[in-house]
């Protein structure tokens, strides 16, 4: 979907992910803090997302996801790439325009089946290509994926 390549350490949840809620939030002005998902009614909760691989199935709420994501680029805070099941246009808009205009871009890969959550967990060292689609598990999985 987005191209590029990105590895990091994977944060993964099966809850949607709402970043308008999550990172236009007062706390993301702190130091150190612009990259930590500040959604309360989530399980990522002060989780910080820069350099990390995001597995999430869906984004949810406002147009401003990608407006979001955009800010999170600008600010060197942003994910090393995301593994989405279903994505959604305005979120990826937001990765590709902050390639564009900043040269900041990260991979973004959809992956529809739920079996990637078996194959992938917090804490792995994953590698994604968004050129090829492949994920590729470094550290703590046991499988690469297509």
Sequence with gaps: MVDGHGEGIAL???MPMNFTAAFTKGGNILPGMRSAFMDRHHELYRQKVKNRV?????CIGSTGAGGALVEL?????????????RADSLLV???VIGDVWFGRGFPVIEYGSDDIYEKIHTGDHVEVDGTTGEIRIITGGKNSLP
């Design 73 to 85: 680029m600008f600010a060197r805070e942003a994910p090393a790439a995301m593994i989405i099941q």
């Design 54 to 58: 995001l597995v999430f199935p869906a």
């Design 12 to 14: 993964v949840t099966r």
């Design 93 to 95: 808009a937001g990765a």
